[in-house]
């Protein structure tokens, strides 16, 4: 059985993969899967089409159900090279490219935050989207308030790094970076358009 938080994580990456999947078919659904709207009363009841509930534990089974179709959603996914796993994160992409800061709220709004590699494991799951995509993709790091000395996001020191020969460079001028298609790091200005690479 899932745990709660992997449970989440999940429900987390299908939500944010779901226009990627429909491949621009508008849904004419209620807009979360698993859920209606009931005629007579406007209350939300969960359902998932296909599966019968047993009287008396009509939620124990919809979280069964949901468990289910998560983990088929994440074997699907894994089989499609949409998502990646690392450490007990989970790397996912929807394909698009942004800037640095519109990567970062639209990992936030999907529940996740920008890709970041703790770990040379972790700079593989994402390396695989920029080898996939063939694009670089932005990295949850930022030059910190001394030119020249990188940081994770949340402030902490970088505990792990893999940056290409002779960088970071171009101290305060390139804040942001990005992963090159061989897994190195460069710095770079964040005003470029990178491939979306979330974690959750």
């Known amino acids: 059985m899932l745990s709660p938080q992997m449970f989440h994580r999940m429900l987390a990456v299908a939500l944010f993969l779901l226009p990627y999947c429909a491949r621009g078919n508008p849904a004419h659904k209620f807009p979360v899967p698993g859920f209606r709207i009931l005629p007579e009363n406007g209350i939300a009841e969960g359902f998932i089409s296909g599966f019968k509930s047993l009287p008396g534990k009509e939620m124990g089974d919809v979280i069964l159900q949901l468990e289910d179709r998560i983990s088929k959603l994440e074997r699907v996914l894994h089989l499609e090279g949409i998502i990646t796993a690392s450490e007990g994160k989970i790397f996912a992409t929807n394909g698009k490219t942004a800037d640095f800061h519109a990567t970062v709220k ?14 040379a494991g972790e700079n593989d799951a994402i390396l695989y989207f920029v080898k996939q995509f063939n694009k670089y993709a932005y990295l949850g790091i930022k030059e910190s308030l001394i030119p020249g000395k990188f940081q994770f996001l949340d402030g902490a020191e970088l505990s792990y790094t893999n940056w290409h020969p002779n960088e970071p460079s171009g101290k305060g001028e390139e804040e942001c970076v990005e992963m090159y298609t061989d897994g190195t790091w460069n710095n770079k200005k964040c005003n470029q358009n990178r491939l979306i690479v979330c974690q959750f």
């Open 106 to 119: 639209k990992c936030g709004e999907a529940g996740g935050s920008i890709a970041t590699p703790r770990n």
